[in-house]
């Protein structure tokens, strides 16, 4: 069974920095493509990177380009996002997803979810 288990959300200051990890277990990755989603309260799940495990290919969301960076350890089978120069925009709960055999932006094309870690960054 596929478990994706975030962490490293917190509190910070606009500006500040985190790094989020999503260890990922119970299937051989590498046809899978790995994304970070985050939703914030009120609002519609939306797409921030993804990385393919494959051949590390990487796509990003406009919004987080040149502050967020999305790598993956293949030994320890977890993917990390550094995310700097934080915003009070980027305050939302952070998912990690896998979607097999499938490049994508759509959260449906995504077929399992971490459980979500909380980011908040205060002005």
């Known amino acids: 069974q596929v478990q994706l288990v975030e962490s490293g959300g917190g509190s910070v200051q606009a500006g500040g920095s985190l790094r989020l990890s999503c260890a990922a277990s119970g299937r051989t990755f590498s046809r899978y493509t790995m994304g970070w989603f985050r939703q914030a309260p009120g609002k519609e799940r939306e797409f921030v990177v993804y990385i393919r495990w494959s051949d590390g290919r990487t796509y990003y969301a406009d919004s987080v380009k040149g502050r967020f960076t999305i790598s993956k350890d293949n030994a320890k089978n977890t993917v990390y996002l550094q995310m700097n120069s934080l915003k009070p925009e980027d305050t939302a709960v952070y998912y990690c997803?896998?979607?097999?055999?499938?490049?994508?932006?759509?959260?449906?094309?995504?077929?399992?979810w971490g459980q979500g870690t909380q980011v908040t960054v205060s002005s």
């Open positions: 997803a896998a979607a097999y055999q499938s490049t994508s932006w759509y959260p449906r094309s995504y077929d399992y």
